[in-house]
């Protein structure tokens, strides 16, 4: 998810209600699968709706259980027909945002039974209904985080992943793109058409979506085994394969060679109205109808797909840790940076993330990357999230060494992939590849506020052939365990030597043998330090305790 300009600086989109979301879990049931067969018209924006609902039960005595699924106030919202299991109707109560079902008898454990609900509404949010930038009526479901509610009944947390199917008819004029793959498409003889897709692989509720548009429909061909398609509005039929295709071609193949396999069906960026940025459904990614243009939305694309690995396949439990989504799909754009673009870019591209994370620190003051039990979904991403987090893994890399990093980042993948993960999962993965604990690292850099400020001098002993560094920490708060590169600049054409350090005390003394007068001494000189450094050269040897690098 890159969102639109306003949320990427905290604040709400007015299309989105403010929902309070302590989503409470239901032990005793798990999505399987969901069929919604809904039904779209030119005029009105009423919804018929269709879902059936297949659920495992987990636990023994379950007689009630919940779906998720907005009521109508205020002319909008969802209206429930009747709901049913196997053609007899079932006692339900539908208030707030859950549709409460009572079931005759408990099903045994383990048992799967399908339910229908047949319901009709305007949605309030979640599915789009308006005109495109050409002043075409277009239908984009967004669900970000949790407004899959708003149209579809569905265990609407990312915890729980199911697989699903859409069979959407709608005025034929309309082309229909979904998660999965395309399975049929009949022309209704109406002047209707009944489009219907299917997903296989299991998806967190969000990422669930439908674009209902004019669209032009371009077939890339396959890369990595993958078919690659561009869904733009007819009038950018064009200028959508000029901004998505060379950037989703190049991100597909450097992140299934780097990750592992791509994991889903298809590839489809879709241009989207009612939203900014870009969100990351599975297999079908809608972007800003804004970011169509004749030029290569390398970022925005690289971003999302990403997230296919990183947010869909492998998906945070609870929104708490979102930045197993977001910071990595932020770090995972540089690397396609770095591995398209080269070292300075990539560089370049650090230290922007590093200012910004500084800037956002004074905004969200107290604010950690991980959220201590987020009890509002408006407050669910901040930049910092993004930033910081994406920092995170770039130290953690520096830390245990690049190829350690991948090895690590290839084996949480196949681990979780297509399940949900924590924090604490991941960092155990990286502890296996990095050999180490690091507990106090993810500890340090994402629950904890702020970040290190050093300032500190140098100065070179002729008599004792050392360079001493004199460093301290001078953000308020415990010291920060830092590990460090020093950079030891000789002067003309000879290579800076890079010396590691590990800062742990709160003013310390560091010395570096080198036989003759550094022309300078850096503080982290390959970027890989997440500080605001500043390191000048002193007139003489200070004084204090030695500690040896
Ligand atoms: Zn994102």
């Known amino acids: 998810m890159i969102p639109s300009i306003q949320l990427f600086f905290g604040l709400l989109l007015g299309l989105s209600p403010r929902v309070t979301d302590p989503y409470t879990r239901q032990p005793g049931i798990d999505a399987i699968h969901y069929a919604f067969e809904l039904s779209l018209n030119d005029s009105t924006d009423q919804v018929e709706g269709r879902a059936s609902v297949a659920l495992r039960f987990a636990k023994p005595g379950v007689t009630t259980f919940w779906l998720d699924l907005a009521t109508v106030t205020a002319e909008k919202g969802m209206a429930v027909v009747d709901v049913s299991l196997d053609g007899a109707p079932l006692k339900f109560v539908h208030a707030g945002e859950r549709l409460t079902i009572t079931l005759p008898a408990a099903p045994a454990v383990d048992a799967h039974r399908t339910f229908v609900v047949r319901y009709h509404g305007i949605p309030a949010s979640g599915l789009w209904i308006g005109k495109n930038k050409f002043g075409e009526r277009v239908f984009m479901g967004l669900n970000w985080p949790n407004l899959a509610r708003q149209w579809l009944p569905m265990v609407d947390h990312p915890s729980d992943k199911a697989t699903s199917e859409f069979i959407v008819t709608a005025p034929a004029k309309y082309q229909v793109v979904a998660n999965g793959l395309r399975v049929d498409e009949t022309d209704l003889g109406d002047g209707r058409r009944r489009t219907h897709w299917r997903q296989s692989v299991p998806i967190s509720s969000w990422l669930n979506t439908i674009g209902v548009a004019q669209f032009s429909v371009h077939y890339a061909g396959t890369v990595k085994g993958v078919q690659l398609e561009t869904w733009a509005y007819h009038q950018d039929s064009l200028r959508g394969p000029l901004t998505f295709e060379e950037p989703a071609r190049r991100a597909i193949e450097f992140f299934s060679e780097h990750i592992g396999p791509y994991p889903y069906e298809k590839l489809a960026n879709v241009e989207s109205a009612g939203m900014g940025g870009g969100t990351e459904h599975a297999s079908a990614i809608f972007y800003g109808q804004a970011s169509v243009t ?155 506020a702020g970040h290190p400020v050093i300032e500190g001098s140098w100065s070179y002993d002729a008599a004792s052939k050392k360079i001493v560094i004199q460093l301290s920490q001078t953000q308020p708060g415990n010291t920060y365990r830092l590990p460090l590169e020093i950079g030891v600049d000789a002067g003309g054409a000879v290579a800076t030597k890079v010396e590691k350090i590990e800062m742990t005390q709160k003013t310390q003394r560091f010395e570096i043998a080198t036989d003759k007068a550094p022309a300078a001494v850096r503080l982290d000189p390959n970027t890989w330090a997440l500080i605001e450094g500043k390191l000048t050269q002193a007139a003489s040897v200070p004084t204090g305790g030695s500690t040896r690098p």
Do not use: C
């Open 294 to 448: 004749d030029a290569p939305a390398s970022g925005l694309v690289a971003h999302e797909i990403a997230h296919q690995w990183f947010g869909d396949a492998v998906t945070e439990s609870d929104w708490d840790e979102v930045w197993l989504s977001e910071g990595f799909a932020t770090y995972f754009t540089l690397l396609y940076t770095e591995h398209y673009d080269g070292r300075d870019a990539f560089v370049a591209g650090l230290q922007r993330s590093r200012d910004n994370v500084f800037s956002l620190e004074k905004r969200l003051p107290g604010k950690g990357v991980i959220h201590e039990n987020l009890v509002d979904m408006k407050d669910v991403l901040n930049n910092l999230i993004y930033q910081k987090g994406g920092w995170t893994l770039h130290m953690l890399r520096g830390l245990i060494g690049t190829e350690q990093f991948w090895d690590g980042i290839r084996d949480y993948y196949r681990q979780y992939r297509d399940r949900n993960t924590t924090t604490a999962e991941f960092r155990h993965v990286m502890e296996t590849h990095g050999g180490r604990d690091l507990k106090w690292f993810f500890d340090q850099w994402l629950t904890r």
